[in-house]
């Protein structure tokens, strides 16, 4: 190996493409190239294919025979410097004649360098480094060249470049005149500062200067007297001969609206969550800080944001008898990330008042070994909703002493049960009907022996989604609600044996034995399909004459006083 190659710890392989028709002295420049691991030979012994042989490898040189019988290494010249993919190859031209018009003539037809037949192995082996290397820098500048040309004219971003000593537009980029609505000859050659509000020109240029960023600044459009915010950040590009600024500017227009309307969406969210008594909360397990609205501060008592929340005072503002069932149910959720979190608990406020609410979240990111790190949910003040409980809680604890007592008198409540007009179901605790009264076959068309023994929950129905069997979703909430309170009361939608779904208003009542034990419940539904229809057929009979069905008197009256009224209100005649 050569001393060359050892100096400089050549990295890089270049291919070198010989042209030559000798045999033998493709074998010397194989012989002198063997043991140089940077230079990869590649032989073509007819001149008439180089051409063809040169693009299809593209080398990084050509040593090219100056005789050749078939074609003179001249020409094979002229046809690479006239192809576009051969153009800029190096080319080493190789030839016995040694004078300086023949060398003249060599380079005239765009060689770049001269060697002669049979050349010194350490000159060549330096010479196709020298131009190898020269050509590949080129390629690779020329590459550069091209991809930061492609990045400038196809960014989003508007791009400037500035003369750092004249401060202006050099060149710019397709969205930089776009940003501004003009005519790539309106800017080049302008004042850069000349595109900015004239409050923002002195910040503009001292920002450039120092290398910095700035994100409220304003640029003027052509024909337009709206101020567009931008986002400026700029480098310093050294040239040989120049210094240049590279300014870029992204319009953050619609970053602004999209702030103003999160901020309007936040506002409102807040707005929301003060109504309903719902806050928000985000846990960062790690930190063991928690983020709250401003919401949560007010359901504990505290003015928002008042100061930075932490796990454990929290923790220290939660009823003291309440605080195992908390942990409880927060080790179940982070040993199973999969499962929400779910618990009901009261918290005592610094002015020493009670309350109850209900915390709901789940864990929403883990880490690499699936361990919690990040919890977010929700908390809701239900102390209203307790005490409401608790008020009827006691009103159906004094409906059963009731009942009780009225166990002697069974006969005359059977009569009353067959009697009735509202429609009486009686189920066992697990909603299996026990029995019914003739009023409910009335209503519904079924009779006893269709639904006793069956679950209740076929005989309902949900409005949105009116299928069979969807009543399962009423009996679920009945059973969570029965077991804090004795009665419930809604209206919901049930269904006719003939198919036909109608309204009812339903009230549920648990009957205890006298070991105070859940036993029975009783529904008492009464149709208000006709309820309804009348309150509809009412309120048109009395605006409506009832044998022409024109608006009667009543209506007529009804409306002048109306006119009269506002005509006073007006001072009108």
Known sequence: MSSLTVDEAVQEVYSVLLVDDDPDFQQLIALYLRHEPGLSLFCCTDPTVALTEAVRLHPDVVLLDQVMPSLSGIEVLRQLRQHGATRMIPVVMLSGQDESQFKAHVFAQGAND????????????????????????????????????????????????????????????????????????????????????????????????????????????????????????ATTINLPDQR?????????????????????????????????????????????????????????????????????????????????????????TLSHPELPYSVEHRIICDDGSERVVH????????????YPVRMIGTIHNITERREAEKRLEMAARIFNEAISEAEDHLQITTKVFDHAVESVVVTTIDFVIHSVNPAFTTITGYHADDVIGRNIQFLYCDPQEPLPGAGA?????????????????????????????????????????????????????QDMTDVKRNQEALRFQTYHDQLTRLPNRTLFKDRLEQAVRAGQRNHEK
């Open 114 to 233: 001269y060697l002669t037949k049979i050349p010194d192995r350490i000159e060549l082996v330096a010479r196709l480094y020298y131009h190898a290397a020269a050509y590949h820098n080129r390629r690779q500048r020329h590459q550069n060249e091209m991809r930061y040309r492609a990045l400038f004219e196809h960014s989003f971003d508007a791009i400037y470049l500035v003369d750092a000593t004249s401060h202006t537009i050099v060149d710019c980029n397709a969205a930089a005149l776009y940003l501004v609505q003009q005519q790539k000859e309106r800017v080049i050659g302008h004042p850069f500062g000349d595109l900015f509000a004239t409050a923002d020109q002195e910040q503009v240029i001292a920002t450039i200067q120092n290398q910095a960023c700035h994100t409220d600044l304003h640029i003027r459009r052509c024909g337009d007297d709206q101020a567009i915010p931008v986002e400026l950040s």
């Open 244 to 332: 240049i600024w590279q300014v870029i500017l992204r319009n953050i227009l619609q970053r602004r609206q999209s702030e103003a309307a999160l901020k309007r969406s936040q506002q409102s969210l807040a707005k929301a969550q003060q109504i309903a008594h719902l806050g928000s909360w985000e846990w960062d397990i790690l930190k063991n800080s928690l983020t709250w609205s401003d919401e949560t501060y007010r359901i504990f008592g505290w003015q928002p944001q008042c100061w930075p929340m932490t796990y454990s005072r929290f923790i220290q503002m939660v009823h003291p008898d309440d605080r195992a069932r908390l942990a409880d149910a927060l080790d179940r």
């Open 359 to 370: 915390e709901q979240g789940e864990v929403v990111r883990c880490d690499d070994r699936g």
């Open 473 to 525: 979703k009423l009996c679920q909430l009945l059973t969570q609600h029965l077991q804090q309170q004795e009665q419930w009361r809604g209206e919901n939608w049930a269904w006719r044996q003939n198919g036909e779904i109608y309204p009812e208003m339903t009230t549920v009542t648990v009957v205890r034995d006298r070991q105070n034990q859940p036993t029975h419940l009783v529904f008492v539904s």
